[in-house]
């Protein structure tokens, strides 16, 4: 009789616990269809993934630095759009400018086909160019205190173990994570692409000669040059482009050797008289002599704004993965060549400040 009335019980307990199971089922079921529920809400604050990055997308951060002065933010914006379009990886733009562009660049951002991209802005405090760059005091307004923005990535990008940095005056034409993966040798804190190389070499520059070399960025009748025993003829390379182990470039010091040479070059002049270009690029050849990796040529096909004329057929533009307007002639200033390529990309600006229409009149510094 016993074990009847606990078989019973057991009976009755489970039934019991049926019906509740049941009960709470519907109700959840309710709560979860509720367009307002109380309980189980979803996450409203991660951003939907824009449909073409749905599908195949790599999550590992691919950290892309690139410079931006308001004079020639359409530049920026043409760049940054061009390497949003060609990937599916995760890119997020590490944009360095000034404080007073700040608001100008964020609204080009927000207002227009841009909003989706993932970035940040970093105002550059020209304050640490100090004592390291000759400023002419008949002309301050040269000094671009963006150009050297490079000198500091790991600064600029703190958390990256490695960054791409680009030029504002350059276009992608392919998935920007091929250039990512260049691999870089042991002990080499970056990856340029040499100006020996069979897309570039032997470039005439007005007053310099062939700017190909060494002795076309540095003033080797200066006895530090020489004591440094660097072969005169030895193949530079262009820093518009390049791809940096930001571990490797803090392990030797990368940003305090650079700034060393740029502050012996305002007490020696070091460079060269008939410099053509950046006066970036002699501390960097400096410091990286025979010291760097090697990118892919055809991702950074430049001098595109050597001349107004066109330097290369339409069809290797078309197969080039990276479109580089280095030289006087820019894309949205002066007649360059292949405009029309740089023009797909670029955005309009909402405020009305940066206009193509200035193209024909304003000046721009070669970089």
């Not at 760059?133 to 958390?159: G, I, N």
């Not at 070499?201 to 006895?223: C, M, P, T, W």
């Not at 050849?285 to 057929?313: C, E, T």
């Amino acid at each position: 009789v016993n074990i009847s009335i606990l078989i019973v019980a057991v009976v009755i307990f489970l039934l019991v616990l049926h019906h509740n199971f049941l009960g709470l089922s519907d109700f959840l079921k309710r709560e979860l269809s509720d367009s307002n529920p109380v309980g189980l809400q979803p996450i409203d604050f991660i951003p939907a993934v824009p449909q073409r990055l749905a599908d195949e997308r790599n999550d590992k951060e691919i950290s892309v630095v690139i410079a931006a002065s308001d004079e020639r933010l359409g530049g920026a914006i043409a760049a940054m759009n061009s390497i949003y379009f060609h990937t599916r990886s995760n890119v997020v733009f590490y944009i360095v400018t000034l404080n007073d562009t700040v608001d100008h660049l964020r609204l080009w951002l927000s207002k227009t086909a841009l909003k989706n991209l993932q970035y940040q802005i970093l105002d550059f405090d020209p304050r640490v160019l100090e004592g390291k760059v000759q400023v002419d005091p008949q002309k301050p307004d040269t000094l671009k205190p963006l150009t050297f923005a490079r000198f500091y990535l790991p600064s600029l990008v703190p958390h990256a173990e490695k960054a791409i940095y680009v030029d504002d005056d350059v276009i992608v034409q392919d998935d920007i994570l091929e250039l990512y993966n260049t691999p870089l040798k042991p002990g080499h804190a970056a990856a340029f692409s040499d100006d020996c190389d069979s897309t570039t070499n032997k470039v005439a520059v007005r007053g310099a000669g062939n700017q190909y070399n060494y002795i076309g960025f540095l003033d080797y009748k200066k006895e530090t040059i020489r004591k440094l025993a660097m072969k005169a003829n030895t193949c530079s390379f262009n820093p518009g482009v390049f791809v940096a182990n930001l571990t490797e470039w803090k392990l030797q010091n990368i940003t305090q050797q650079l700034e060393k040479w740029m502050a012996l070059n305002v007490a020696e002049e070091l460079y060269s008289r008939t410099l053509a270009g950046s006066i970036t690029t002699p501390p960097l050849l400096i410091v990286f002599y025979k010291q760097h990796s090697s990118i892919d040529p055809m991702w950074n096909v430049r001098h595109l704004g050597s001349s107004a004329g066109k330097r290369y057929s339409p069809q290797f533009v078309k197969a080039a993965k990276l479109l580089h307007w280095n030289g006087h002639f820019k894309p949205w200033g002066r007649t360059a060549s292949y405009a029309e390529v740089w023009e797909k990309w670029y955005v309009p600006d909402p405020t009305g400040k940066f206009s193509l229409i200035r193209r024909h009149s304003e000046a721009y510094e070669a970089k």
